[in-house]
T-cell receptor, first 112, second 115 residues
């Protein structure tokens, strides 16, 4: 039972354009969401997070949007750069629980 | 600089062997986690620990056990390795507090191959 889903296994975007990565969840108890970035042969690194009391959070080129009614979140990267090529995982937690539930990941490739 | 280290980057074992994967964090974090990452399946939680000598099963604990004798160290044990345990194993840690809204810090991973 996949509670956090990333339906696009891969995405290719031209350098300088906007990259949009999507994530859907089914558990209505989730109230905190995170995005991680992973390069090959390295562990995931935290990118940005959002609490369910907000619908948007920005950090430089990265913005996360949360639509609670649709149980959907998205990560926008603008402008996309070659160093953004990586696998992106969304993750969710519920009620202050330290445990995270991860999605299956989306491999983003930025084309120079 | 925060750090989570894992004992090996690459490991090759034979079916039936007992395998130990070690993880150490230097951030004085209360919580530690073991995941495995497989293509198309994302990160799946095997076991986690909220405190020394405490452990809880994650989503896929079968075939694994863990040990946490010291706060900074969390070990994953494969009692009798099988080929379906060939995977990338990732350790993570996180602090407790702030309503539980804390990011997890990951180690570099151990690529385990079971022949």
């Amino acid at each position: 039972d996949q509670q956090v889903k990333q339906n696009s296994p891969s995405l290719s975007v031209q350098e300088g354009r906007i990259s949009i990565l999507n994530c859907d969840y089914t558990n209505s108890m989730f109230d905190y969401f995170l995005w991680y970035k992973k390069y090959p042969a390295e562990g995931p690194t935290f990118l940005i997070s959002i609490s369910s009391i907000k619908d948007k959070n920005e950090d430089g080129r990265f913005t996360v949007f949360l639509n609670k009614s649709a149980k959907h979140l998205s990560l926008h990267i603008v402008p996309s750069q070659p160093g953004d090529s990586a696998v992106y995982f969304c993750a969710a937690s519920a009620g202050g629980n330290e445990k995270l539930t991860f999605g299956t990941g989306t491999r983003l490739t930025i084309i120079p | 600089d925060v750090k989570v280290t894992q004992s090996s980057r690459y490991l090759v074992k034979r079916t039936g062997e007992k395998v130990f994967l070690e993880c150490v964090q230097d951030m004085d974090h209360e919580n530690m986690f073991w995941y495995r990452q497989d293509p198309g399946l994302g990160l799946r939680l095997i076991y986690f620990s909220y405190d020394v000598k405490m452990k809880e099963k994650g989503d896929i604990p079968e075939g694994y056990s863990v040990s946490r004798e010291k706060k900074e160290r969390f070990s994953l044990i494969l009692e009798s390795a099988s080929t379906n345990q060939t995977s990338m194993y990732l350790c993570a840690s996180s602090p407790t507090g702030a309503g539980g809204y804390n990011e997890q810090f990951f180690g570099p991973g151990t690529r385990l191959t079971v022949l």
